[in-house]
């Protein structure tokens, strides 16, 4: 009898915890051919220090809140696996795999996740190790490539139009007016900040930029001065990701895949309009609550993240090997897709951006953005509260000797 | 007979709406004594500037909308009125009074609009006019006078409790942490900074700063340190008045009110960390969504706001004027409370801060202060939603000529 090992990696979403409740369920149903489930703390570095906790442990209720529970339950990181495979980090994962009797694996992450996915499953053929390894997708950037979304876009996505929504509807009950930037997550892909654009007219942001297209700041003065002009204040929406910095480019860090930490966006092009435009003006950030807030959790976010992390372990036990599940789009609407399996050398470390038709110029997007939206972030879950705090799972994490 | 009018003045809360439709339905009762249903826009300036809407005219359903909708539906200002009642506004106030046959004034307001409750009280009296005029509390602040607590407070620390509670469950997943500094609302007063105490030992914050306790940069220094020596990251509530800055007081901007603009202090207090201590930083903002965010409106809340907005108008009805209701608590366990009639001018320009009691120390809040604030936030209430997104009410607007 072998075991199988869950890792989460990389930011945590409102249904990463969603996916392992999906795959721990179907283990269960084949404890024929799964003995241990077992749960990597925090992301690889578990399986690389023999870090390792016994999932089938835990009380059935406390599994049953991991679909309301924020945050990655099990511990990230953002380590990368060295390219060479003769490099020791891979003996120690070799030593803990045969220790522990490790068959199945499965890594529930985005685009850098998905690369240390396809290190693991080329390190299983180069070292002839008896591996099934499976990736679960999942990042709030939605910029995984292949899928027609990523699982936990959606719940971002429903969170930040909520939000905008209602910081909008407070901007407008004043009536001298501010210019309000309000900066969203998104590095290189602008799905979260141009998901605003799903707003109804009177809250739907003036004006919306995203990295897919270049920035120009004095375009930008122009354009946020004709809008307050016109309504006496004006909402922007702006990806952290675009590009603008009064800032010297020293004060720019990078974690450890080579990105530069982000922020800030806001407040810098909030100066920006007041020392430009002398106008007043109210930066707005969501922050850590835009990628894992269970009260807005979406309905067909969670029910996709659950069925895909039950179909990560029937792949598994089928033989399938160096995979990904992604979605495939037939119809927006009614809103029908199917889940195929896709070799994970293809998405590792590409990118998804939107495409030039949903765009309708640089500052909106075109109904074709709407259309795929609009199914993503319907229906709500019920979220069990106690004393007006939503519920979290609490973990016993016993360790796997 | 006689018209009322519904004023809604400073920052939105969460149920804010919620009063102005008790008070809607309220009045619908007594159509033998109130003939209209009127609205003044965006707060007095509504009344002064002849800027007024024939609620009556609204659909049921927005109405009933009302209960979940973000922001002031009919606007709201940070005018402050003269002193002089025989400054030349007072007298626009008279006409329009008198032109729409008003007699019943009702303002939903914190402390500064409760000091236009008091001068038009003071101006009824002092002209000779049969006007009933009655304050309806609010301020996600909690910092008015007499009363237990004010309305939008407890939605706002449910609010906040929820965010950080996701907040540090999410900072908890990296295994090398970061010192991430909260930025709460609050002037002089603490109230919702503080409230994050409630949450439980795993993700409540490490350390409470709160403007009735002087803040000591080297001390807090010091405690950011050993929390995060001993934790490898650590959660930091700070409340947007305490007093410290690193930027030249000249970038200073006041409000009418005469109250310091505020805001930016995680970013100052985590750039102060990373040059003192060198340790990573995150600055977490919740916005505006704090004071307004529909799915996390407390029931208890919902149901006070709407009960004062209906009391009000029995009060005006029984011939009371120049009062606010107040909450008095009876119990906390069980949660009794009593609402009481209680002078304006007692309440106008003070300010309720976080007792000596309620305090275990200058980080940490007393067992009291959970006492006091576990009743206010329970209970949910159901939001509708279409396609992913929290309703919000629509009105007409009809101005009365």
Same mark, same amino acid.
């Given at each position: 009898?072998?075991?199988?090992?869950?890792?989460?990696?990389?930011?945590?979403?409102?249904?990463? =915890?969603?996916?392992?409740?999906?795959?721990?369920?179907?283990?269960?149903?084949?404890?024929?051919?799964?003995?241990? #489930?077992?749960? *990597?703390?925090?992301?690889?570095?578990?399986?690389?220090?023999?870090?390792?906790?016994?999932?089938?442990?835990?009380?059935?209720?406390?599994?049953?809140?991991?679909?309301?529970?924020?945050?990655?339950?099990?511990?990230?990181?953002?380590?990368?696996?060295?390219?060479?495979?003769?490099? !020791?980090?891979?003996?120690?994962?070799?030593?803990?795999?045969? &220790?522990?009797?490790?068959?199945?694996?499965?890594?529930?992450?985005? =685009?850098?996740?998905?690369?240390?996915?396809?290190?693991?499953?080329?390190?299983?053929?180069?070292?002839?190790?008896?591996?099934?390894?499976?990736?679960?997708?999942?990042? #709030?950037? =939605?910029?995984? %490539?292949?899928?027609?979304?990523?699982?936990?876009?959606?719940?971002?996505?429903?969170?930040?139009? @909520?939000?905008?929504?209602?910081?909008?509807?407070?901007?407008?009950?004043?009536?001298?007016?501010?210019?309000?930037?309000?900066?969203?997550?998104?590095? @290189?892909?602008?799905?979260?900040? %141009? /998901?605003?654009?799903?707003?109804?007219?009177?809250?739907?942001?003036?004006?919306?930029?995203?990295?897919?297209?270049?920035?120009?700041?004095?375009?930008?003065?122009?354009?946020?001065?004709?809008?307050?002009?016109?309504?006496?204040?004006?909402?922007?929406?702006?990806?952290?990701?675009?590009?603008?910095?009064?800032? *010297?480019?020293?004060?720019?860090?990078?974690?450890?895949?080579?990105?530069?930490?982000?922020?800030? #966006?806001?407040?810098?092009?909030?100066?920006?309009?007041?020392?430009?435009? =002398?106008?007043?003006?109210?930066?707005?950030?969501?922050?850590?609550?835009?990628?894992?807030? !269970?009260?807005?959790? /979406? &309905?067909?976010?969670?029910?996709?993240?659950?069925?895909?992390?039950?179909?990560?372990?029937?792949?598994?036990?089928?033989?399938?090997?160096?995979?990904?599940?992604?979605? &495939?789009?037939?119809?927006?609407?009614?809103?029908?897709?199917?889940?195929?399996?896709?070799?994970?050398?293809? #998405?590792? @470390?590409?990118?998804?951006?939107?495409?030039?038709?949903?765009?309708?110029?640089?500052?909106?997007?075109?109904?074709?953005?709407?259309?795929?939206?609009?199914?993503?972030?319907?229906?709500?879950?019920?979220?069990?509260?106690?004393?007006?705090?939503?519920?979290?799972? /609490?973990?016993?994490?016993?360790?796997?000797?």
């Amino acid at each position: 009898m072998k075991n199988m090992i869950y890792i989460q990696s990389g930011g945590p979403t409102s249904v990463i =915890n969603s996916s392992l409740y999906g795959a721990i369920q179907e283990a269960k149903l084949h404890s024929s051919q799964i003995d241990h #489930i077992y749960g *990597s703390l925090y992301g690889v570095e578990g399986l690389i220090e023999d870090n390792i906790i016994d999932l089938g442990l835990e009380d059935e209720e406390q599994i049953e809140l991991l679909k309301q529970t924020a945050g990655a339950i099990l511990g990230t990181t953002r380590r990368k696996l060295p390219r060479n495979v003769h490099d !020791p980090v891979y003996q120690k994962i070799i030593d803990n795999i045969e &220790k522990h009797n490790i068959k199945y694996i499965f890594i529930n992450g985005g =685009n850098d996740s998905m690369d240390t996915c396809h290190k693991l499953s080329v390190l299983s053929q180069e070292m002839g190790l008896d591996l099934r390894v499976i990736g679960v997708p999942k990042t #709030i950037d =939605n910029d995984l %490539a292949v899928t027609d979304h990523s699982l936990g876009f959606p719940s971002a996505a429903k969170f930040v139009i @909520n939000s905008v929504n209602s910081t909008a509807i407070d901007a407008g009950c004043y009536r001298s007016g501010k210019v309000y930037v309000v900066e969203i997550m998104g590095r @290189n892909a602008g799905w979260l900040t %141009a /998901s605003t654009d799903l707003l109804p007219d009177d809250t739907r942001p003036d004006l919306i930029y995203i990295p897919e297209r270049p920035f120009d700041p004095n375009l930008f003065l122009e354009e946020v001065k004709e809008v307050y002009e016109r309504k006496g204040y004006a909402i922007v929406a702006v990806s952290e990701g675009i590009e603008f910095s009064r800032k *010297s480019m020293g004060n720019v860090r990078f974690d450890s895949f080579g990105h530069a930490q982000l922020g800030g #966006i806001a407040d810098e092009l909030c100066e920006y309009v007041e020392d430009e435009l =002398n106008l007043p003006t109210r930066a707005v950030e969501f922050s850590l609550t835009q990628r894992a807030f !269970p009260p807005l959790i /979406s &309905k067909v976010d969670q029910d996709e993240a659950i069925y895909i992390g039950r179909m990560a372990v029937r792949s598994a036990l089928e033989g399938e090997t160096g995979k990904m599940i992604v979605i &495939k789009r037939i119809s927006d609407e009614p809103y029908v897709i199917e889940y195929r399996l896709e070799d994970v050398g293809n #998405i590792a @470390n590409h990118e998804s951006i939107i495409p030039e038709s949903m765009m309708l110029d640089h500052t909106r997007m075109s109904e074709s953005f709407r259309r795929y939206l609009r199914p993503l972030i319907r229906g709500e879950i019920e979220i069990k509260y106690k004393d007006g705090l939503a519920l979290h799972a /609490s973990l016993k994490k016993i360790k796997v000797k």
